[in-house]
């Protein structure tokens, strides 16, 4: 099946730093990624839709200057947590539709865990 | 926009048994329905999908049966093993290269427990 890797695996940071997480599509292209989050024991709720080449579009609640997204590539989509805090601590991850692909199959990443001290 | 809810939240069966996990979404325009299933820490994995032109569909000890009229769709699971302990989520979306982009609206998620 198509391979999605995320960057980092893990992250720690202080109170209102910045960081920044990569998704990749290894084998396929993507015009379209999405980046949800996920608290402990709870489901995945999508944060927002990357488009490769225009703006992403973002969910009811989710803040558009606190999570930049940026998509430059059919195979890159970035995520930076700009002035996270610990509140921000959670599960991030990814996943990408396949070009060419009309299933609606999603194959997702391995999930950056962010702790916010 | 589309809601799905899902039960059980906990699932505890025997070794050997079966168990059924119940979906039900809210959008009509909904197509495409996937099953994933996630250990602790690590990513969902599709386990079973099925589009909504399909009453039924199963692969091996897995199969997932859809209502389209009443908007609900089930994962069973058969002779289970330790090993199918996890989460299980159901999701929906509009799949196809138009519409809905594809989002997935997840369910809120069964611990199914398989014990021995």
């Known amino acids: 099946g198509a391979v999605v890797s995320q960057h980092p695996s893990r992250v720690i940071c202080k109170s209102g730093t910045s960081v920044k997480i990569e998704c990749r599509s290894l084998?396929?292209?993507?015009?379209?990624m999405f980046w949800y989050r996920q608290f402990p024991k709870q489901s995945l709720m999508l944060m927002a839709t990357?488009?490769?080449?225009?703006?992403?579009?973002?969910e009811q609640g989710v803040e558009k200057d606190k999570f930049l997204i940026n998509h430059a590539s059919l195979t890159l989509s970035t995520l930076t947590v700009t002035s996270a805090h610990p509140e921000d601590s959670s599960f991030y991850i990814c996943?990408?539709?396949?070009?060419?692909?009309?299933?609606?199959?999603?194959?997702f990443g391995p999930g950056t865990r962010l702790t916010v001290l | 926009g589309e809601n799905v809810e899902q039960h059980p939240s906990t699932l505890s069966v025997q070794e050997g048994d079966s168990a059924v996990i119940k979906c039900t979404y809210s959008?009509?325009?909904?197509?495409?329905f996937p099953w994933y299933k996630q250990e602790l820490g690590k990513r969902p994995q599709l386990i079973i999908d099925?589009?909504?032109?399909?009453g039924e569909k199963k692969d091996q000890r897995i199969a997932v049966t859809l209502n389209k009229t009443a908007k609900h769709f089930s994962l069973h699971i058969t002779e289970t093993q330790p090993e199918d302990s996890a989460v299980y989520f159901c999701?929906?979306?509009?799949?196809?290269?138009?519409?809905?982009?594809?989002?997935?609206?997840f369910g809120t998620g069964t611990q199914l427990k398989v014990e021995l």
């Open positions: 996943s990408a539709r396949d070009l060419a692909g009309v299933r609606g199959e999603q194959f």
């Open positions: 084998d396929f292209q993507a015009t379209t």
């Open positions: 990357s488009n490769e080449g225009s703006k992403a579009t973002y």
């Open positions: 959008d009509s325009a909904s197509n495409y």
């Open positions: 099925i589009r909504s032109n399909v």
């Open positions: 999701a929906a979306s509009i799949g196809g290269l138009t519409g809905g982009g594809n989002k997935l609206t």
